[in-house]
């Protein structure tokens, strides 16, 4: 799980959620993919939150009058 880019990984999570909404599958199947999806947003989620610290280092290293530094109330507008 852990070398799966941010894309593959949301590749296969829209895949496996197209998979579970389908329907069809059996109950441990279901399970599997399910847990299988979780997986795979968690991941994605890392993938994210690592970007977010990334940008932040860049505008914390930018300084305050930087035009890449962002305000607290613009950080989370981003996170809406």
């Not at 329907?23 to 999806?37: F, K, Q, V």
């Not at 610290?53 to 930018?62: F, G, I, P, S, Y």
């Amino acid at each position: 799980m852990s070398a799966l880019t941010y894309e593959d990984a949301r590749d296969e999570l829209v895949a496996v959620v197209a998979r579970l909404e389908a329907g069809g599958a059996s109950l441990e199947e279901s399970l599997r993919l399910w847990e299988r999806g979780e997986a795979l947003a968690a991941r994605c989620q890392q993938w994210l939150d690592g970007a977010r610290e990334r940008l932040a280092a860049v505008r914390a290293a930018d300084g305050p009058d930087s035009p890449t530094a962002g305000t607290a109330a613009d950080e989370q507008e981003d996170d809406r």
